[in-house]
């Protein structure tokens, strides 16, 4: 069943990539081929190969569970966040959060995942900018 | 005798204490990587990637560090196969099936050092390999035009699903995929834009950095998360590893053994799209079919079976280097990203490599002989050290993992915008993982999607507009039908010698090597 569904999402990409190659621009100076030409072929390949994902599906995979599914998403929202806030508050911050976030996820206590935290971000920190000389993002403290 | 030439050459680069200590440093990393269940040579190297850059290393001293990395991967991967009998990486899953029995027979160390050796005489001998077949296939290549080079894209595509998946339409749908990821950006050609949807960030194109490290690092921090899997997978009592060295009889009887999976691994490995789990597989079947047809002491613990897939999978390391560097066309996971590496840094690989930057090859190659001898003195004598990072829980590596990702990346680019781009490439890395799609197509057609789209228009162009000049010469229908045939064989007998391959894969297995 999930490779029907993943079959009909690919065949609907194949042919979104298609529309999209279609309304490019043609420059008035341009080659014998053009730049829709090798899209459309990959359009081609994407749909056709789709279409027998649909039509001969393998066994399903194993999916996990809600609370997985949602743990992932959550940790995915951690690192948009991560990736926003970065600029702002800094490195240091920044990452100790996410890293703490990250190990507690993984099955660390409390305490643990505060020192991990604080470990993965000094340590980083250390290796990749004062000894490394890495430009980290720095924040409204400094670091 | 050129070749020697060039080789003594290339020693006067590699050996400066920088590059030595990049070497070192490199080995380290990657027999780190190697052991770690979850860390493999091709995420660990699209880790390092980006570290690489913002140290200003130039192409010469990246690309020393960074195969390094690889393979000292290919040598770690067993430690972990040998004590736990979970691989630490992709290649290494055959040796657990021999080496495992060895250390419940109390064997450990001799298995460990046993194959350390068999480690070390096939990436030896591929080096050796590499070194003679690569200018051979120089003097071929030289004689490529576009539509020749049009159509060996083509065949690196349709033979790498062959391997890469038990589904060829999985593998032609993730190289689609790439390819076409690849095309987001302005046409170099005419300058128009292209699927950039008005968003100024993307008129550069995707940077195929952030694609990789998202797909193959980011999306091992996903799995492990959906697993819950945060516990070591060894704690100290369980690793045993008794006498280091193996008994002279030991090593006299898998020396035959050495030498035929030495050359069945480099030949797995220059093929195009095979990597080095193919090179173990065969090495290890092979061996079996020959030594022991009836299956009485392999897979309980006969050296044979250590030596044979350990010997396999570094030589086809080595071997996989050759169309990397030779034609500019990886043979596997990891050499992609070497690739990426080459091309980030303005170098094209391909022919005109060897005549342009002769120091970078001839550096690496003679680098890569300096890390043999460093990666045999690490994995034999001091291979204690490194079953002590097996100790590392997942739950403190991951975080780390990830971290290190987001910092190399923004050391590029200095942009939240490609942070976001690469938690998005990580989702999709679980989800295609998730859904049994290679993910090595998808980076090969990022990397060689451009590439391969300027081949394909100067050779119409320059024969006005005719498509058919793309099978008008000798060299390009013979290219098109090895690729035919690359694609076809699979679907014939492939699905079954696949499935066995997949059969074993472990779930924290890397991705692909």
């Not at chain 1, 990452?95 to 000094?122: E, I, K, N, P, Q």
């Not at chain 2, 990637?49 to 990395?69: D, E, K, N, R, Y």
């Amino acid at each position: 069943m999930t490779d029907r569904i993943f079959g009909v999402v690919g065949l609907l990409l194949a042919i979104g990539f298609a529309l999209a190659a279609l309304t490019i621009n043609e420059s008035f100076l341009s080659d014998a081929v053009g730049p829709k030409a090798f899209p459309l072929i990959i359009a081609t390949i994407l749909g056709l190969s789709s279409a027998v994902i649909a039509l001969r599906p393998d066994e399903s995979p194993q999916w996990p569970a809600l609370g997985r599914l949602v743990e992932i998403f959550a940790a995915a929202v951690v690192m948009v966040l991560y990736a926003q806030l970065l600029p702002e508050v800094g490195f240091i911050i920044a990452t100790f959060f996410a890293s703490a976030y990250l190990t507690w996820r993984l099955g660390s206590g409390l305490v643990g995942s505060l020192l991990t935290g604080v470990g993965t971000s000094l340590g980083i920190y250390v290796v990749f900018h004062l000894v490394l000389g890495l430009s980290l993002a720095r924040g409204p403290l400094g670091f | 005798m050129d070749t020697l030439t060039s080789l003594v050459d290339g020693f006067a680069i590699a050996l400066t204490w920088q590059n030595i200590l990049l070497a070192l440093l490199g080995c380290f990393l990657g027999t780190i990587m190697g052991a770690l269940p979850g860390l493999g040579p091709s995420n660990g190297v699209a880790i390092l990637i980006p570290l690489a850059f913002t140290l200003g290393l130039g192409p010469t001293a990246s690309l020393i560090l960074l195969t390094s990395v690889y393979y000292g991967a290919m040598y770690g991967g067993r430690i972990s196969s040998i004590l736990l009998n979970i691989p630490g990486d992709e290649p290494a899953m055959m040796t657990c099936l021999d080496g495992y029995p060895m250390a419940q027979k109390g064997m450990a160390g001799q298995a460990l050092s046993l194959s350390g050796l068999a480690s070390f005489v096939g990436a030896f001998f591929a080096t050796w390999g590499l070194i003679f077949l690569a200018p051979q296939l120089v003097k071929i290549a030289l004689l490529f035009g576009p539509a020749e080079y049009f159509a060996l894209f083509a065949l690196a595509f349709m033979t790498l699903g062959g391997v890469s998946s038990t589904n060829q339409a999985k593998s032609a749908f993730a190289a689609a995929l790439g390819l076409g990821l690849a095309m987001i950006g302005v046409d170099t050609q005419t300058g128009v834009p292209r699927f950039t949807f008005g968003e100024v960030h993307l008129y550069d194109g995707l940077d195929f950095l952030v694609a990789i490290v998202g797909l193959f690092a980011l999306s091992e921090v996903f799995i492990f998360l959906e697993n819950r899997h945060g516990e070591a997978s060894a704690d100290a009592a369980k690793i045993k590893i008794g006498r280091l060295t193996p008994p002279m009889s030991m090593i006299k009887q898998t020396t035959p053994t050495m030498i035929r999976s030495t050359i069945l691994g480099f030949l797995a490995g220059v093929l195009p799209g095979a990597g080095a789990s193919l090179g173990s597989f065969i090495a290890y079947t092979f061996e079996k079919k020959l030594v022991d047809p009836e299956g009485k002491t392999f897979g309980k613990g006969d050296p044979r079976g250590v030596a044979a897939p350990e010997a396999g999978n570094n030589a086809a390391a080595g071997g996989a280097l050759v169309p990397m560097l030779a034609l500019g066309v990886p043979g596997s996971g990891t050499t992609a990203v070497l690739l990426a590496v080459l091309l980030s840094l303005n170098i094209t690989p391909g022919p005109l490599l060897f005549s342009q930057n002769p120091d970078v090859v001839w550096g690496l190659i003679a680098a890569l002989f300096i890390a043999n001898f460093m990666l045999l003195a690490m994995n034999i004598p001091m291979v204690g050290i490194f079953t002590r990072v097996l100790m590392v829980p997942p739950r403190i590596l991951m975080p780390v993992v990830a971290m290190v990702s987001f910092v190399g990346i923004y050391g590029i680019s200095g942009s939240s915008f490609d942070l976001l781009v690469m938690v998005g490439f990580g989702l999709m890395g679980w989800v295609l993982r998730k859904l049994d799609v290679p993910l090595v197509p998808i980076i090969l057609g990022t990397l060689l999607g451009n590439a391969m789209e300027n081949n394909l228009r100067r050779a119409i162009t320059i024969d006005n507009g005719n498509w058919f000049t793309l099978i008008d010469s000798p060299l390009a229908i013979g290219l098109w039908t090895i690729a035919i045939i690359g694609f076809v064989i699979p679907l014939i007998v492939g699905r079954r010698v696949k499935a066995q391959m997949h059969a074993r894969r472990d779930e924290e297995g890397s991705l692909s090597d």
